[in-house]
């Protein structure tokens, strides 16, 4: 299975911000996203589910990044949270037997 589309990592921040300092919000938005390629991608093959795993999950981590500065361990909690959702959201939407396995064996793990 050849999936050639892109991924959109959507990191729903307006559920966090609550606990966030107003500084850490620099953009004004609470919705941030990124597109992920994986079009060249065969999604049959583990070595290559790992690598879009990995690509998802950097995604996830740029896409819920509060800012650029040290990270209060609240921050930190926040932006985990995030993550986490967003690479699920992600996996989901993919719909791929074996990324859905890797997603499985990390929460296990």
């Known amino acids: 299975m050849t999936v050639s589309k892109s991924i959109l990592i959507a990191a729903a921040i307006a559920a966090l911000t609550s606990s966030l300092p107003s500084q850490a919000m620099d953009n004004g938005s609470d919705d941030r996203s990124i597109d992920v390629s994986i079009k060249d991608y065969n999604l049959t093959k ?7 795993m990995a690509k998802i999950e950097r995604a996830a981590y740029r896409a819920c990044r509060f800012s650029n500065q040290r990270e209060s361990l609240r921050m930190r909690l926040d932006r985990e949270a995030c993550q986490d959702a967003a690479v699920q959201s992600a996996v989901v939407s993919i719909g791929a037997p074996i990324l859905t396995g890797l997603l499985e064996a990390d929460a296990k793990s």
């Open 46 to 52: 583990i070595e290559d589910a790992k690598l879009v």
